[in-house]
């Protein structure tokens, strides 16, 4: 775990809401200080370069460039957490080894998750080091079924699928059916490691055997790739 040390953080963000948001939520946890906000990436440069900086929440849809695209420009980044409003971003910018990514609008549990990924990351704040992905000790969700919570290793998952209120999700041992929406999971998954391939369906993108532009194969299961995801799922897989 981190030790006490204060957090430095940048917010950048062209929506006053939205960069308000994160600046309350940001007060709201002792460990986080705030250092310095900026509705654009000239401003959020001019702050890098004359303080240091630990974690950066940075949207990605902004006028001037895109915010995976200014993480390209500095040659040593600090940690980053991408907030925008849309999914598509998600595998690029886990692609930076974004420590999360948060899809407006975000909700203060979801970006205490986001956090404690930083502060359970087993890095030293020092000078702006380079970003990383969560540690080994994150990759793990909890389900609630037969009156309890049950740890799920994220790399034994196969696939989850949507049964109305609730969802199935299918790992290598067993299944477990948990009342919750395929969305609500869907936005505590890395995208580096799943996909959704139809509204009933996510993937661990590490478990597909085989794949055809209307299936994908995993384990004895063949699962359809709606038309609506596929060209998603075309850049992921490449087919």
Same mark, same amino acid.
């Given at each position: 775990?981190? =030790?006490?040390?204060?957090? =430095?953080?940048?917010? @950048? $963000?062209?929506? &006053?809401p939205a960069l308000q948001v994160i600046e309350k939520y940001v007060s709201s946890i002792p460990l986080l200080q705030l250092a310095a906000s900026c509705s654009n990436a000239v401003d959020a440069l001019a702050v890098l370069q ?8 940075? $949207? ?14 500095? @040659?040593?980044?600090?940690? @980053? *957490?991408? #907030? #925008? ?5 998600? %595998?690029?910018?886990? $692609? ?9 609008? *975000? ?7 986001? @956090? ?5 990351? =087993?890095i030293p704040i020092t000078d702006s080091p380079a970003m990383v992905p969560a540690s080994k000790e994150n990759e793990f969700i909890y389900l609630r079924a037969d009156r309890k919570n049950i740890k799920i290793n994220l790399e ?13 999700? %299918? #790992? ?30 996510? %993937? ?8 055809? &532009? ?18 998603? %799922? ?6």
């Open positions: 775990m981190l =030790n006490n040390k204060k957090i =430095n953080c940048l917010a @950048v $963000d062209d929506e &006053p004359n303080n240091q900086i630990d974690l950066l929440f940075l $949207d990605i849809q902004m006028p001037q460039i895109l915010g995976t695209d200014f993480m390209r420009t500095l @040659v040593n980044p600090p940690k @980053v *957490i991408f #907030t #925008t409003a849309f999914r598509k971003y998600a %595998v690029e910018g886990f $692609d930076l080894d974004a420590v999360d990514y948060l899809l407006k609008p *975000i909700s203060f549990e979801r970006f205490l998750k986001a @956090v404690n990924k930083v502060m359970h990351a =087993n034994d998952i196969l696939f989850i699928e949507s049964l109305k209120d609730y969802i199935k999700v %299918v #790992t290598k041992e067993k299944t477990i059916i948990t009342k919750q929406s395929i969305s609500s999971l869907e936005e505590d998954l890395p995208a580096k490691l799943f996909t959704r391939i139809h509204r009933s369906f996510i %993937v661990s993108v590490n478990k597909i055997e085989s794949f055809t &532009p209307e299936l994908i194969q995993i384990a004895k299961y063949e699962l359809p790739i709606s038309r609506s995801y596929r060209h998603e %799922v075309e850049k992921i897989l490449k087919f």
